[in-house]
């Protein structure tokens, strides 16, 4: 039997409509609708454990996700070839190592990344969050020995970032979203990467030199968007974090807020390399059901960043009931892996309810491998955090952001499920 959801929402609260005079924020109007179901393959063949779920139901997502929402991945990859550029072990007043690795993916320096990777001293090989970030890893830390990122950058005069690219002053600005010292005293690295190494976040992309364009563009349907880039980006660094011995590659949690959220699991759902992944805020074409009317929508996102996504994703603009999967799916693409999930009070264009939702909706498949997901189909009062299984869930108070509150609930769940 096919799923209807008409909960009734235990809270709402007024957002903004991002320049949309038509966004509904009114639990009230949410017309009930029927989700894709996790267990019945499409020819209508009844999933009963996890073989059948690997062998028939999970490729067959895989494959919708890839034609009709991100774009195919690339199945080639390029020769790398890794440098280290600078390395301190005497990081944060001698608690951490620090270094530095350029990946190079062809001769083009257009073609090179530059990874940031915190370590604990004590504790070696260490469990380790990899996520990308939004200007640079000189914002993640006030550390003078990491590079300045000479790319573009989306935002410009914040935060030090002047005429779209950083400068002196952007040193460590966005620290609150990434807490290093908390993670370092935990146990725990962090590897992060900036994201327009791999992609610019803008409708003109990378320009011709791109590192999409080591595999040939063209004008496919399918053709990949930037979260399948970054997607890949995660993949790439993966790869350089199987290759250092400070690291327990076997232990890797991919983090990503927003749209960066929406990458993580993506690159989760595609590569089964990760131990654990964690949604931020991530909404609409990430952890947020489609299906549900509220918040941001799918002609939202096409009408303003339609390059994130392939060019079929268009086809649903104005009919998220006509795409054969939804949000539960992509996250139970994840299973029997630990996920996480968070939203914000605040955050209603994002649709929290929505989030949590397709969190409860993955537990089928989590009950085929005996894990256990969500307890309730009702969402929890905000702050506090929920699962005591394979699935955890948290709406905390405020907006739209990755806060220290965020971060215990990801270190205490990967407390868990990683040490």
Not at 338 to 350: E, F, G, K, R
Request: overall charge neutral; proline content about 5%; glycine content about 10%.
């Amino acid at each position: 039997m096919k799923q209807i959801i008409t909960v009734v929402c235990i809270f709402m609260i007024a957002g903004t409509a991002k320049g949309q005079t038509n966004t509904n924020y009114d639990e009230s109007k949410v017309t009930p609708y029927v989700l894709p179901e996790a267990l019945k393959t499409t020819a209508g063949r009844t999933i009963r454990n996890a073989k059948d779920w690997e062998s028939l139901r999970r490729p067959e997502i895989l494959e919708i996700f890839s034609r009709e929402v991100y774009g195919r991945t690339p199945r080639q990859k390029p020769a790398v070839r890794y440098e280290l550029i600078s390395e301190d072990n005497m990081a944060m007043g001698g608690k951490a190592i620090r270094k530095e690795i350029k990946a190079c993916f062809s001769d083009a320096e257009d073609h090179c990344v530059a990874i940031l990777l915190y370590l604990p001293k004590s504790g070696l090989p260490a469990p380790v969050f990899l996520g990308l970030n939004f200007e640079g890893n000189h914002s993640v830390y006030a550390d003078t020995g990491i590079q300045l990122n000479p790319r573009w950058m989306r935002r410009t005069d914040i935060r030090g970032v002047v005429n779209h690219h950083a400068t002196e002053a952007s040193r460590g600005q966005l620290y609150s979203r990434w807490q290093v010292e908390k993670l370092i005293e935990r146990g725990y690295g962090l590897a992060t990467v900036y994201q327009g190494d791999f992609e610019l976040d803008r409708p003109g992309r990378s320009g011709k030199d791109g590192i999409r364009h080591l595999f040939g563009t063209g004008n496919a349907n399918d053709e990949w968007g930037s979260i399948g880039v970054w997607a890949w980006g995660l993949s790439r660094v993966m790869d350089y974090l199987e290759t250092d011995t400070m690291v327990d590659a076997k232990k890797v949690a991919l983090v990503g807020h927003s749209r960066l959220g929406k990458a993580a699991i993506w690159a989760g759902a595609q590569d089964q390399r990760f131990a654990m992944v964690i949604s931020n805020n991530s909404g609409e074409g990430g952890a947020s059901l489609s299906r549900r009317n509220y918040g941001e929508t799918i002609a939202d996102l096409n009408r303003v960043v339609s390059y994130w996504f392939c060019p079929n994703y268009k086809k649903y603009n104005e009919n998220a009931a006509a795409l054969p999967v939804d949000a539960h799916l992509l996250l139970a693409l994840m299973a029997p892996r630990p996920i996480y999930v968070a939203s914000a009070t605040l955050d209603t264009w994002a649709d929290p309810k929505g989030e949590y939702l397709a969190a409860y909706g993955a537990g089928a498949v989590y009950a085929l491998y005996n894990k256990k997901g969500l307890a309730d189909i009702v969402m929890p009062p905000p702050d506090t955090p929920v699962g005591e299984g394979s699935i955890g869930y948290h709406l905390r108070t405020g907006e739209h952001d990755i806060t220290a509150y965020d971060w215990e609930g990801y270190l205490n769940f990967a407390d868990k499920h990683l040490k």
